[in-house]
């Protein structure tokens, strides 16, 4: 009866405990108990890559992807080539840096961050740009269809679920 005891509450203690998600090649997160995400194939958006979706309740809050970079590169490298392509592909729209910054993961590693906006028939987009790196590798994570109402919100929660992301090149 002891060992049963025993076998439940570790099988109890094994289902409470974070998942880790594989986003990409060698980059993984644990999001932490109680982060309201999932892991998923979007196939609007592209039916081989699975995206991280935020949510409140029943509310998708974002959709988060992950692109490979290679590595290497300075970070203002990174970010002068990026805002250029976004540029490019906005078709003369303006782009706004509305808030930017950085912070450590749970590993050390320093994580920047962009929050852009620009507007499109009037409406105004929003997204939330990562950049992730380490010497070897980098990681651009994208964070897309923010309601303009709840920017604080998805920055919050995908920051918290990138605190906890692995590189492991």
Known sequence: ????MVIILFLISLKLSAEEWELGNFISVTPTK?????FQILDDFDPKQRVLLGWDGDEQLYAMA???QPGGLDTKKYWKGLLREIEKDADGQKLDVA???????NDGLTIT??????KSDGE????????????KIAYWA???GVDVTRVNEA?????SVLKTVKLTK
Request: proline share 0%; no cysteine.
């Open 34 to 38: 109680g982060t309201d995400v999932t």
């Open 99 to 105: 808030h930017e910054g950085e912070f450590k993961s």
């Open 113 to 118: 961050y962009k929050v852009i906006t620009s």
């Open 155 to 159: 920055y919050q929660q995908s920051a």
């Open 124 to 135: 105004i987009l929003v997204q939330i740009i990562y950049l992730i790196k380490n010497s």
């Open 142 to 144: 994208m964070v897309i």
């Open 1 to 4: 009866m002891k060992k049963i």
């Open 66 to 68: 992950i692109d490979e």
